[in-house]
């Protein structure tokens, strides 16, 4: 399976890439906002997207938005990883599209259990 992570933070995309990896994911793409990703999933076969909402240029619901609204992305499975936990955010990112939720810090058990639960394995 290859994976997206989207994330404006190099450090924090590297977290996560290492946390996928410790998963057990080893095909993982990175950009580094919305309109990057939105790029990447244009010229690459992706089957699962991690994505912050907070980024400059595009941000996560943005991202969403525009996948859900694409005839080819429409369902891709999209992971939130976030550090925005208010319910209201939960339910606005849900109603944007996101498959799931997870908020920050979180470690490679609880990204696996997560992407587990979408993809159903």
Same mark, same amino acid.
């Given at each position: 399976?290859?994976? #997206?992570?989207?994330?404006? &933070? &190099?450090?924090? $995309? $590297?977290?996560? $890439? /290492?946390?996928?990896? !410790?998963?057990?994911?080893?095909?993982?793409?990175?950009? @580094?906002?919305?309109?990057?990703? #939105? +790029?990447?999933?244009?010229?690459? =076969?992706?089957?699962?997207?991690?994505?912050?909402?907070?980024?400059?240029?595009?941000?996560?619901? *943005?991202?969403?938005? !525009?996948?859900?609204? &694409? *005839?080819?992305?429409?369902?891709?499975?999209?992971?939130?990883?976030?550090?925005?936990? @208010? =319910? @209201? /955010?939960?339910?606005? +990112?849900?109603?944007?599209?996101?498959?799931?939720?997870?908020?920050?810090?979180?470690? +490679? !058990?609880?990204? =696996?259990?997560?992407? @587990?639960?979408?993809?159903?394995?």
């Amino acid at each position: 399976m290859r994976l #997206l992570v989207v994330d404006d &933070s &190099s450090t924090m $995309r $590297r977290i996560i $890439r /290492n946390n996928l990896k !410790a998963a057990g994911y080893d095909d993982v793409l990175e950009a @580094e906002n919305g309109e990057g990703a #939105l +790029a990447r999933l244009k010229d690459d =076969k992706v089957d699962f997207v991690i994505t912050d909402w907070n980024m400059p240029v595009m941000n996560g619901i *943005e991202l969403v938005t !525009a996948m859900r609204t &694409s *005839e080819t992305l429409k369902k891709t499975p999209v992971l939130m990883v976030t550090t925005m936990a @208010e =319910k @209201e /955010n939960i339910l606005q +990112a849900m109603q944007a599209g996101v498959t799931n939720y997870v908020v920050k810090p979180f470690d +490679a !058990a609880t990204l =696996k259990k997560k992407i @587990e639960q979408i993809v159903g394995q």
